[in-house]
């Protein structure tokens, strides 16, 4: 074996944990399905988090990884920042209404913040 390639023994603890998270972020964006429960299930906060902490341990360890981790690592994280943002764009913006009946608001927005909607009916107080 080369000295080169010596150098390049990955640590598979450190590549599991990575992976670890990756698919942890995957299910978080509704890529994959839960194992424990077979549903899909999508919560964008999470799998920010989860990338943000294999972003994190990428800047902790720079210097300190062999060639194939951190290409691993590179990698993981190109393919969750595209799943992420593709998620992302999917979400209702803050300013959307998610109003299902025909109303109208003051200033035109919606006003309401998190789930005041009965039976198709807005239930914020600025409705006109």
Do not use: R, W
């Not at 080369?2 to 640590?11: C, G, L, R, S």
Request: hydrophobic share 25%.
């Amino acid at each position: 074996m080369a000295e080169e390639e010596k150098d390049d023994v990955p640590n598979y603890q450190f590549m599991s944990l990575v992976y670890t998270l990756s698919q942890t972020a995957m299910m978080q964006l509704g890529k994959i399905s839960n194992p424990m429960t077979g549903k899909t299930e999508k919560n964008i906060g999470q799998a920010k988090a989860s990338i943000d902490m294999l972003d994190m341990m990428k800047e902790k360890t720079k210097g300190n990884l062999t060639k194939t981790e951190e290409k691993m690592l590179f990698a993981t994280l190109s393919n969750l920042y595209l799943n992420y943002s593709d998620e992302a764009s999917k979400e209702p913006s803050e300013k959307e209404c998610k109003c299902e009946g025909e109303h109208e608001h003051k200033d035109g927005e919606c006003k309401c913040e998190g789930d005041e909607h009965k039976d198709g009916e807005c239930g914020c107080k600025d409705k006109k």
